[in-house]
């Protein structure tokens, strides 16, 4: 064989592979892409040419309409106070009990995590008939309480974490101890800061479930007040698949791709700027081969 | 999956780090009740007392309001004998098949070209496939409704501008799921794809010098040394999936709403009917039997992982 074709043969799975990797990333990207552009078409134009783009013609037509048609403001307000609330207690108390399952010993522990297990199988749907009439018990449907504290702490999150914390060295907490330091502060000032890159990765993975929860929301949170961008959005869809007297079918498709493209920016940019920490964090912290 | 290796054990204590520690023992033995304790609240008031009280509902017919009755076995007869709740289960277990095939290939084989040192801009497309991951669902299902209507949606008008006719991508039965399968494939595979990433790190680089030198082709190496070392992280992320198919909800309502005449009514879907319907007996009776039937499909995977090792 000679030199020539060994290269050949090297370089070209090499193209191959490029080639393939570029068409999948941008038919990954496409979707988005198009709805972000469209959505500052024209309505009519989003319909009538769905593929062209004329920059001269852009609007902003579908967001001031949609602005003035749905309570996106009152969405993201709502949304923003459950990610707050919500996030701290998943990120404090989810590696907090973690820590306890990771380093000591106590009664039923055995128990309890088999039952966090067990938890991590189960549908979420499972539990939203029995939580509905427990919120409604409690007299706290369309509160934020009922959007905070159900799911606050999942066993998803405990589960990552655990083992994230078993993999500690036990020295390293012994020497604190022997200086004098606090089982809390042992938590605070050695786990905490060593855990950092999955922590970072469980941060945004919290704030992109909380933000993209759907399910719980729309069952609790029905109210214009209280609901959450995610429930905002989906009745402005279900004013197209539900053909919605009246509603032209043009006018709702622009404001459709409007809200949907406001509210995927705040979550794009916040990936984009911490992707490493989260794309490190699930290496770091996910399961082993 | 595996539990991360256990840390070794303490050294033998020092002479100096013998002497005890000011704090008394005690607390040490009552910290760990403290630090688990908001997170049991917590369980037990949103997780285990609703569970119960399904189990307890799912044996009534109680409606949301008025008197409940007894009916023992009654709503979990009705389902087992009703075919809407079989077909169901059949239209999950066709989405599960339309999609996790698919999705395991195509994430590993992007997985192991974005391991492979010799790939350029790996960066941008670890970046570019998690971006629908991280694009908020709802807002994502929009853009299925828009981009596959039969009449205006811009995947007609590319086929049109093909030469080819109309789909009915998502009014017609036989469309709808593999549209609906495609807009979950679209979103879940950059995860995978990462979750797969994360067990090929593990594998130790000296592996694949060793048989390099031995001369096997890449796709041998791929076969015979990768696949197996991947297996445990390959079957996370089946049971990972299979929960997440026969859950699904959101895509259904908002995309289809069920249709048309009920082909793509997810388990998940379903379930949620029943609610909208104030059926909460059933409804709960029904929550129980998804559990099982996911419970069953979990433990069978990790079952088939367990025998091939």
């Keep these: ?289 | 999956m595996t539990l991360a290796p256990a840390p070794p054990r303490a050294q033998a204590p020092s002479a100096t780090s013998r002497r005890r520690p000011h704090r008394s023992p005690s607390r040490r033995k009552l910290a760990p009740y403290v630090f688990v304790f908001p997170f049991v609240a917590l369980f037990l008031a949103f997780g285990v007392y609703p569970m119960l009280f399904t189990l307890q509902l799912s044996f009534t017919d109680w409606h949301g309001s008025g008197s409940a009755h007894w009916v023992g076995w009654g709503n979990y007869t009705y389902l087992l004998t009703n075919p809407a709740f079989w077909s169901s289960l059949g239209n999950s277990a066709v989405m599960w098949l339309l999609i996790v095939p698919v999705q395991i290939v195509v994430a590993l084989l992007v997985a192991v070209l974005l391991d492979n040192a010799k790939t350029r801009m790996r960066g941008f497309y670890r970046v570019a496939f998690l971006v629908p991951f991280v694009t908020p669902l709802v807002a994502v299902a929009q853009i299925w409704v828009v981009v596959f209507d039969q009449q205006y949606g811009a995947v007609n008008s590319v086929l049109n501008a093909l030469g080819l006719p109309d789909v009915g991508w998502l009014t017609t039965s036989e469309w709808a799921k593999p549209t609906l399968a495609l807009l979950f494939l679209w979103k879940t595979t950059g995860f995978i794809v990462i979750i797969l990433l994360s067990g090929l790190q593990s594998i130790d680089p000296t592996v694949y010098e060793a048989s390099s030198i031995d001369g096997a082709s890449r796709f041998r190496q791929l076969r015979s040394m990768t696949l197996p070392l991947v297996r445990r992280t390959l079957m996370f992320a089946v049971v990972l999936q299979t929960l997440a198919i026969f859950q699904m909800f959101a895509e259904p309502f908002v995309v289809t709403d069920g249709g048309p005449y009920g082909s793509t009514t997810t388990a998940g879907l379903y379930l949620y009917n029943h609610i909208t319907r104030a059926d909460l007996g059933t409804g709960a009776a029904n929550s129980f039997l998804l559990v099982i039937v996911v419970m069953v499909l979990s433990l069978g995977f990790v079952r088939l992982l367990r025998s091939e090792d």
């Design chain 1, 1 to 289: 064989m000679t030199t020539a074709s060994v290269t050949v043969r090297r370089r070209l799975p090499g193209t191959v592979t490029q080639v393939f990797l570029v068409v999948l990333a941008l038919a990954f990207l496409a979707p988005v892409a198009w709805a972000v552009l469209s959505a500052f078409k024209p309505a009519a134009q989003i319909i009538n040419d769905p593929l062209g783009f004329d920059p001269s013609s852009a609007t902003l037509d579908n967001f001031t309409r949609m602005f003035a048609d749905v309570p996106i403001v009152r969405g993201f307000v709502n949304t923003a106070v459950v990610l707050v609330l919500k996030g701290s207690l998943t990120l404090f108390f989810a590696p907090l009990a973690a820590y306890g399952f990771a380093k000591y010993e106590f009664r039923f522990k055995g128990l309890l995590f088999g039952t966090v297990l067990i938890t991590l199988m189960l549908p979420t749907i499972v539990l939203i008939i029995p939580l509905l009439l427990e919120m409604k018990e409690l007299g706290w449907v369309n509160t934020y309480q009922a959007l905070v504290l159900p799911g606050a702490v999942d066993a998803f999150a405990i589960f990552w974490m655990r083992q994230v914390i078993a993999a500690v060295p036990n020295e390293l907490l012994d020497a604190a101890r022997v200086d004098g330091c606090t089982e809390f502060g042992i938590f605070w000032r050695i786990i905490l800061p060593v855990i950092r890159p999955a922590l970072a990765g469980l941060a945004v993975l919290t704030v992109m479930n909380i933000y993209n929860d759907f399910v719980w929301p729309v069952v609790i949170a029905s109210s214009d007040r209280m609901a959450t961008l995610q429930v905002v959005l989906s009745s402005l869809a279900q004013n197209i698949t539900g053909n919605r007297i009246g509603a032209d079918y043009a006018t709702v498709t622009g404001e459709l791709l409007a809200a949907a493209s406001i509210a995927l920016v705040p979550l794009l940019l916040i990936f984009i700027v911490l992707q490493k920490h989260f794309i490190n964090g699930i290496l770091a912290g996910s399961v082993k081969g």
